[in-house]
């Protein structure tokens, strides 16, 4: 079953789609907030469709160390403990093998984890990976990857994980045929694989033919957003581009900052997360217009009478929570002020997203 439909080509590699799930259809391309831990931060479901989001992330490392995946699949999934309705993607738990260097082990078998809290050890490796995000009910799931960061020098360091990311996928897919053997095309989730490679441009293209010849459903560009400039980011994209497999959705992992996801759209990507937006917002900092960074703690809006973006319709904006009123929330240290920005930033993302979408489907 061929699970994504490209709608239309808008210059050289933009795409809008359409993306079937077993939890409905997505319109790509999309800006998906990450519920690291089930819930996007200070914002209730209603909330966040509010913005016109139409995917949440969850993280699958955070939630197996609490409250555990068989808890949450006794109070009937993810979805059901969320209380989210529409689709969820769940990352492989790979991120934290690069962001808690202090607090893993690596061995070919997968990694091991120490618990942040009881000390406790567990391991996670491919097949294990795929157990906790089907029994989280995830609608698409993530292979388990090993991510380097982009400053090493060593590219024998970066060609290991390039290597093991592989042979992990392969786990990966054979463990995820054989969970999802008894389920028909339209109840089972989607499984993509990752491409890594760093900052090398002939492992970047290697690892994503890979993947593109893998039993997968997607390709996920992993490894992008972690140390980099944004030009290396952006060459990556641009050498991506032109290589990609028509018929599958791309995801790019960890992206959200305005500039690049107009970037990652040009150059062909259809769905993008990050955490950004969100912790921005509850820090002050909005993007108003075309994409300025606003300080709302900024000592010149204690009397501002205007909105964030008078063009915006978000939630926000169009009920008038002026700047003066957001900046006094903030050094109050009231949390309604985040939540007031967070609405905000996503929505300014999902705009960037539906404005295309909006040009080339009349």
């Not at 769940?90 to 120490?114: A, H, N, P, W, Y």
């Not at 959200?256 to 259809?270: F, S």
Request: proline fraction near 5%; aromatic fraction near 6%.
């Amino acid at each position: 079953m061929n699970y994504f439909e490209e709608i239309k080509r808008v210059g050289k590699y933009a795409r809008t789609g359409v993306l079937h799930t077993r939890a409905g259809d997505v319109y790509t391309p999309t800006f998906m907030p990450d519920g690291t831990r089930g819930a996007v931060k200070s914002l209730t479901p209603e909330l966040v469709a509010s913005t016109g989001v139409q995917v949440v992330l969850a993280n699958t490392y955070h939630l197996h160390m609490a409250p555990g995946e068989g808890v949450i699949k006794s109070l009937g999934g993810i979805h059901e403990f969320g209380r989210w309705k529409g689709p969820i993607l769940t990352d492989s738990g790979g991120f934290q093998v690069f962001s808690l260097k202090s607090l893993r082990k690596i061995t070919e078998e997968g990694v091991e984890f120490k618990h942040p809290i009881t000390g406790e050890i567990r391991m996670i490796t491919p097949e294990k990976s795929m157990q906790i995000q089907l029994a989280l009910g995830s609608d698409m799931l993530v292979a388990f990857d090993h991510l380097t960061g982009l400053n090493e020098k060593d590219r024998s360091v970066t060609k290991e994980a390039f290597d093991r990311t592989h042979r992990w996928l392969e786990r990966c897919v054979i463990e995820f045929k054989k969970l999802t053997a008894d389920m028909s095309d339209t109840e089972r989730p989607l499984l993509f694989g990752v491409v890594q490679g760093g900052l090398d441009p002939d492992l970047r293209a290697r690892s994503l033919e890979v993947v593109q010849n893998s039993a997968v459903d997607g390709t996920a560009i992993g490894g992008l957003s972690v140390g980099e400039t944004r030009t290396e980011m952006h060459g990556v994209l641009d050498l991506l581009a032109p290589l990609y497999n028509t018929e599958r959705p791309r995801f790019l992992l960890g992206v959200g900052d305005p500039n690049d996801v107009r970037k990652a759209v040009e150059c062909g990507i259809d769905m993008m997360d990050c955490v950004m937006p969100t912790r921005n917002a509850r820090h002050g900092l909005v993007w108003a217009g075309a994409d300025e960074r606003v300080h709302l703690t900024n000592a010149k809006y204690i009397d501002d009478p205007s909105v964030i973006d008078p063009d915006c319709d978000c939630y926000s904006c169009v009920n008038g929570f002026s700047k003066a009123f957001l900046r006094h929330q903030f050094k109050v240290g009231e949390p309604l002020a985040g939540t007031l920005a967070s609405i905000h930033n996503l929505r300014h993302l999902v705009r960037i997203c539906e404005l295309l979408q909006t040009e080339t489907n009349p």
